[in-house]
C-alpha cells in the first residue's frame, strides 16, 4: 500500500473511528476508479479510503496488543494465587518465613540472616517437642517419661536464649527490631522478646489445680518480673533520653571551625557508647524471661510444667498462625 | 579494695554506680522500688574511682558496675541481681540485712 500523502490529512481522530466502524469487517476494500472524469474525485476517495485501512490496521494491533498483555495479566494473578496459598500453608506449619513487604535491609549482614534461619530451625525442632509432649500428656504417660520430655523443653529454650546473645554482640538492633518474629508477635514486643510476666498472667488460669504454696510462689514470680521489667524498661527509657541529649548538646556556630569539628566527633564517640550498652539491655531482658522460666518450672509439678510448656506454645501458636492469615489478607 | 570494703559496710545495701550508666538506673530502680534505700557511690565521681572500680573487677564483677552489696557482702553485677530478684531471694537478703522489713 502507497503511502498516504501528508496533504490530504481530512480526517480527525473520531472521525476516522467513525468511518473505521462502518468498514470493520476486516474485510480490506479494493478502490478503482469508474471513469477518467471522477478521476481527481476518486484520487480523493483512494487516499481517504487509504488512510482508513491503515488506521484500522494500527487499531487492530492495538487491540491485540491489550488482550496479549490482559492474558499476561491474569495468568500472573493465578500465579500469585497459588504462591501466596503455598506460603500461607508452609506458615501454619510453624516455619517462619518473612515476606518481602517485611523484611527490613539486614545492616548486620549475614549476622541477622543466619540467625532467622537459626531460628526457624529453633521453632521447627520445638514445634516437634511440643507434639511429642502433647501426645505424652494426652496418653496419660507416667511422670518419668514427662519429665524426660519436659527436661528437652526446657533445655531447648536454654538454646534459643544462647543464640540470642550470641547475635545481640553482632546486631542487637535486629532483635530489638522483633523482624525475626511474625507481625502478631511484634505487637508484644519488649527489649527483643515477650513478656515474663504476660506468659505467667496466661498461665495462671490453666494451671489449676495448685497448691496453696504454689500459688504464692506462681503470684510472687508474677510480681518479681513485673518488678524486673518495669526496672529494665526505665533503664532504657533513661538511654533514650541520654543519647538524645547527647545528640543534642553542642553549638550552632559555624561549622568548619576545629573546635566543633572536636565537640560534633567527641559527641559522636559518646553517643556511639551509649548505643553499645543496648546489648546489655537485651541480654538482662533475656536472662529475666530465662529466669522466669526455669523458676516457673520448679515451683510446679512435672505435669504441671508440662501442661504450661503447652499452653505457651500455643499461645505462640496462635500469634503466628494470625500473622499468616494477617499477611495474606486481601488487599485492595 | 579497702575503699570498696569500707563503704560496702556502711549501709545496709550499696550500689557503685557510674552516673552516665543505664543500667545502673535500672538497678536502683528496682532497689527503690522494693523498698530499698541504697547508698549509692558514683565511681566516675570519687577520686579514687579507677582504683575502685579494679577492685571490684577483682572481685568477678562483670561489667564492673552496677557492683551490689547487701550486708557489707558482695551480691553481683546486674545479671546476678536479677536472677536473685527471680527466685526471691534478693528480697530475702535485704530483709536480713535490714535493708527492707518486708
Partial sequence: MADASPRTDI??????????????????????????????????????????????????????????????????????????????????????????????????????????????????????????????????????????IVDGVMAHYDEIFRLKSNIAKADVFHLLSGMWKTPAERCFLWLGGFRSSELL?????????????????????????????????????????????????????????????????????????????????????DNLRQQTLQRMHRILTTRQSARALLAIHDHFSRLRALSSLWLARPRE | MDRVRELASKKAAVIFTKSSCCMCYSIKTLFYELGASPAIHELDKDSYGREMERALRVLGCDPSVPAVFIGGRFVGSSKDVISLHVDGSLKQMLIDAKAIWF
Fill in chain 1, 11 to 148: 480526517s480527525t481522530d473520531a472521525e476516522t473511528d467513525e468511518m473505521n466502524q462502518r468498514f470493520d469487517s476486516g474485510k480490506s476494500i479494493v478502490v478503482a476508479p469508474s471513469d477518467s472524469s471522477d478521476r481527481s474525485k476518486s484520487n480523493l476517495d483512494q487516499k481517504i479510503l487509504r488512510r482508513l485501512a491503515q488506521n484500522r490496521e494500527a487499531a487492530r494491533k492495538s487491540r491485540l496488543r491489550k488482550k496479549a498483555y490482559v492474558q499476561q495479566l491474569e495468568s500472573s494473578r493465578l500465579k500469585l494465587t497459588q504462591l501466596e496459598q503455598e506460603l500461607q500453608r508452609a506458615r501454619q506449619q510453624g516455619i517462619f518465613i518473612s515476606s518481602t513487604g517485611d523484611q527490613s535491609h539486614s545492616i548486620g549482614g549475614n549476622g541477622a540472616m543466619t540467625f532467622d534461619v537459626e531460628y526457624s530451625r529453633w521453632l521447627e525442632e520445638k514445634n516437634r517437642q511440643i507434639n511429642e509432649l502433647r501426645t505424652a500428656v494426652n496418653s496419660h504417660a507416667g511422670d518419668a517419661e514427662l519429665r524426660i
Fill in chain 1, 201 to 285: 498472667k496466661l498461665l495462671v488460669n490453666r494451671l489449676e489445680p495448685l497448691t496453696e504454696q504454689q500459688l504464692v510462689g506462681i503470684g510472687n514470680l508474677q510480681q518479681s518480673s513485673q518488678q524486673a521489667e518495669d526496672a529494665l524498661s526505665q533503664g532504657m527509657e533513661a538511654l533514650q533520653q541520654s543519647l538524645a541529649e547527647t545528640l543534642s548538646t553542642g553549638s550552632l556556630g559555624s561549622s568548619g571551625s576545629s573546635g566543633n569539628v572536636a565537640n560534633y566527633m567527641g559527641q559522636m564517640a559518646m553517643a556511639m557508647g551509649k548505643l553499645g550498652t543496648l546489648e546489655g539491655f537485651i541480654c538482662q531482658a
